[in-house]
């Protein structure tokens, strides 16, 4: 049985959620149909461009994401506490990025409005601020945009997505490096790049960019319409400015080694051969060696992606919260993590 998004997305339980979409039938976001000769990269940069608004919108941390030709990957983290610290002015200028501001609102934010009118108003912008760290809002404002824009490109109506957004709980840091490589290794897996800088419209890449020798980025083929801005990106590791925790706490270096270890481990016959480049982190998250590879690099398009996971104890722990004696997938997390610990 289906279970309602709230009971799905819990901030409570963790912050951490992996966001699938896929188009219906034979609708494309990137790629060419080869029935009819037509391509579809151009809605690659569709996908981005309304990521980095949203990203810059909400109180929502884009942490990975990956387009590909029939669907998207992207995983968030919900920063509730920035949205509730935002005054009402703050939250109503980006609500207006996306939506109109109704009459009222109009007035209490220039200050010509009553004393009912204002009331009226704040109640407004708290439903406001409430959308602005909610998934489902987020995933709608995504959603919505392009299905209106493919449509509108195909002269047709009717359904783009196959159905709501799939949203998977990922309990600890582990579950969340874990999840995080899968989706920057995705056009890896899918054979359609040879490494993870080479694939344009993801998140790996456009960390590497950024990190990039000016020497290097010169030779370098810059990914197409590069004067969009950027998709905000989590940090990995939390600055000392930072008023609320909203990374990992893992550096990019950490990240990237292993990124590219996972990465080449597809392309080598023999998997041991690797072993002794492990890189730290997995010991410190508590992972699997060979686990964590077959489930990060796994070639089925249809694989099964269970409403959460993480360690073994983090999801008993969420089981009964949601009142249920198990969550599915228990036999493969206890494979994938050493330890309870996240």
Known sequence: MTKPRSQLIDVNETPYYHCICRCVRRAFLYGEDHLTGKRFDHRKEWVV???????DTFSIDV????????????????DQHTAKDMNDNVVAKRWRRLYHWPLLVEKYI????????????????QTWRERLHDISWFMRCLNEYLARKANLEDNCKGRFWESRFKSQALLGEAA?????????????????????EEFDHTSIQQRINKIKPPKVAKKMKAPSKDKRSPVKLMPLVKAKSDKHPNAI????KDYLELIDWVGRSVRNDKRGAIDQKEPPILNRLGLNTDEFIDHVLTKNEHVHYP?????????K?????????????????????HTAKA
């Open 49 to 55: 461009e309304r990521l980095a608004l949203l990203s």
């Open 63 to 78: 942490c990975s994401y990956a387009v590909m030709s029939n669907h998207y990957h992207v995983v968030l983290r919900i």
């Open 110 to 125: 220039n200050n010509k409005a009553t004393r009912a009118e204002a009331n009226k108003a704040k109640s407004i912008i």
């Open 176 to 196: 969340v490096l874990t999840c995080m490589s899968y989706v920057d290794l995705n056009p890896i897996r899918a054979s359609i790049a040879k490494a993870p």
């Open 249 to 252: 706490g893992y550096t990019l």
């Open 307 to 315: 409403c959460a996971t993480g360690p073994l104890d983090r999801l």
């Open 317 to 337: 722990e969420l089981a009964a919260h949601w009142k249920q004696n198990f969550i599915k997938g228990q036999y493969s997390i206890m494979r994938i993590y």
